[in-house]
Nanobody, 128 residues
Framework: QVQLVESGGRLVTAGNSLRLSCTAS????????VAWFRQASGKERELVAV???????YYADSVKDRFTISRDNAKNTADLQMDSLKHEDTAVYYC??????????????????????WGKGTLVTVSS
């Protein structure tokens, strides 16, 4: 079992930045792929960014060049830096990890079913 706790979500004005953090409960975190998904009200959960167990990352087109996923395996954490926020970025953001082998290109882990454990989410609200 892997427990994930997200933090950092809050109300922010469009154009500003926000940094989300995800802390994992296991010291083996560095072996796993990690991703951020989001779910807006009335919409399906969608991928935001994914980092495989190596160094590869992949971003949804809607956030490319604005968001950056990073990880600190020594601290068992993964962050999502969000810049130039837009109203349409408003959603609950979820951290997820993949404990199955995760050394393929990050683009192969975009489906929520590729993930094995999920956090409870943190709400990001972007006012226009």
């Amino acid at each position: 079992q892997v427990q994930l706790v997200e933090s950092g979500g809050r109300l922010v004005t469009a154009g500003n930045s926000l940094r989300l953090s995800c802390t994992a409960s296991v010291s083996t975190f560095g072996r796993y792929g990690v991703a951020w998904f989001r779910q807006a009200s009335g919409k399906e959960r969608e991928l935001v960014a994914v980092h495989n167990a190596m160094t590869d990352t992949y971003y949804a087109d809607s956030v490319k060049d604005r968001f950056t996923i990073s990880r600190d395996n020594a601290k068992n954490t993964a962050d999502l830096q969000m810049d130039s926020l837009k109203h349409e970025d408003t959603a609950v953001y979820y951290c997820a990890v993949r404990t199955r082998p995760s050394d393929r290109p990050a683009s192969e882990y975009t489906d929520p079913r590729a993930m094995d454990f999920w956090g409870k989410g943190t709400l990001v609200t972007v006012s226009s």
